[in-house]
C-alpha cells in the first residue's frame, strides 16, 4: 500500500481493514489546556487505533519538550506498538490536524514513508459518520522496525544559528501572528517573547479550513507564496516546540513543494536561551 501524506475520513474508512494497516491517534494538548489525551482516546476512537504518545515516543531525557529520540530509542518503541518497516500507519488527533502531523513527520525522519495522517482528524471522522469505540485497544504484537535517519528533516540550533548569517533557508514560524510580534506572552514560563531575525510567521490556522482540514493544495501553494516560499525554496518549519511546525511541513508536502525541515526545539529552545537574538 502507498498512500499520499494526507488521507481522507472515507479513504481510511474503505481502507481501514486492510491487511497491516494501523491507525494511530496521536492527539497532543497544550499543558494550559488541561486535557488528557490519552483518557479521551479510551472514550472515544476510531476502531482499532492506538495511542502514540508524542512526549513518551522523544528523548525523555531533554529538558525541551517532545525532543526527537534516538534512532535506536524510535525503534524500540515504534516496534513496541506494532509498526515494522512495511506497515503503512495513519495518524489522526482529537483536534483535526493539530498534532498527528509531528507523529507523520517523526516517522519520515526515520525513514519510514507509507504514512499519512488523516484530514481533519477525528472531528471529520464523525462529521461523517465513521464508527467510534471505546473499548480497550488490544496489547499489540511486537513488530521489528529499523530506523534510517533522513537528516535532511531535521535542524538543530546550530543550523538555525548559522541560517542567520547564510540566510540559504527561509525560516516559517507556525505560531500565532501575537506570539510571533511578542504582543502577548509565550506560555511557557521562562520563555522571551519574539521571534527567530528574519523568519518569516505563517501561522498554522491559516492553511485550515473552518472545518480544520487542510485547505486545497492551490490555495497552500498560495499562501507559501505569500511568505516567498516556491518550488525552489529551501525552507526550515518552526513554532512552540516542534509540534505545529509539522503542520506546515505537511501542508508543504501537500502542496506539491519540497517539504524542507524541522527545527525541533522550536521557539521553546531558541526564547528560552540568553545568547539567542530576538526579533519583535
Known amino acids: 500500500m502507498t498512500m499520499p501524506a494526507l488521507v481522507s475520513a472515507r479513504w481510511l474508512a474503505e481502507q481501514r481493514a486492510a ?90 525522519l526515520f525513514g519510514h514513508t507509507d504514512c499519512a495522517v488523516l484530514d481533519g482528524g477525528l472531528p471529520q471522522w464523525r462529521r461523517e459518520g465513521g464508527e467510534l469505540s471505546s473499548e480497550e485497544a488490544p496489547v499489540p504484537v511486537a513488530g521489528s522496525f529499523r530506523a534510517s535517519l533522513n537528516a535532511r528533516y531535521l535542524r538543530g540550533l546550530g543550523d538555525l544559528l548559522d541560517n542567520l548569517h547564510s540566510g540559504r533557508e527561509i525560516v516559517l514560524d507556525a505560531r500565532s501572528a501575537e506570539r510571533f510580534a511578542a504582543r502577548v506572552p509565550e506560555p511557557r514560563p521562562g520563555v522571551r517573547g519574539g521571534h527567530i531575525p528574519g523568519s518569516r510567521n505563517l501561522p498554522y490556522t491559516q492553511l485550515l479550513t473552518a472545518q480544520q482540514t487542510l485547505r486545497s493544495p492551490e490555495e497552500l501553494r498560495a499562501r507559501f507564496a505569500a511568505c516567498g516560499v516556491d518550488e525552489h525554496s529551501e525552507v526550515v518549519t518552526s513554532c512552540g516546540s516542534g509540534l505545529s511546525a509539522a503542520v506546515l511541513t505537511l501542508a508543504l508536502a501537500v502542496a506539491g513543494l519540497p517539504p524542507g525541515a524541522l527545527y525541533d526545539g522550536s521557539w521553546t529552545e531558541w526564547g528560552s536561551r540568553d545568547d539567542t537574538p530576538v526579533a519583535s
Open 19 to 108: 491487511a497491516g494497516l494501523i491507525v494511530f491517534d496521536a492527539s497532543w494538548y497544550m499543558p494550559a489546556e488541561r486535557r488528557d489525551a490519552r483518557a479521551e482516546f479510551r472514550r472515544a476512537h476510531i476502531p482499532g487505533a492506538r495511542f502514540f504518545d508524542i512526549d513518551a515516543i522523544a528523548d525523555t531525557e531533554s529538558s525541551l519538550p517532545h525532543m526527537v529520540p534516538s534512532a535506536t530509542q524510535f525503534e524500540r518503541m515504534v516496534s513496541a506498538l506494532g509498526v515494522s518497516n512495511t506497515t503503512p500507519v495513519v495518524f489522526y488527533d482529537q483536534q483535526g490536524v493539530f498534532s498527528a502531523p509531528r507523529a507523520w513527520w517523526l516517522m519520515r
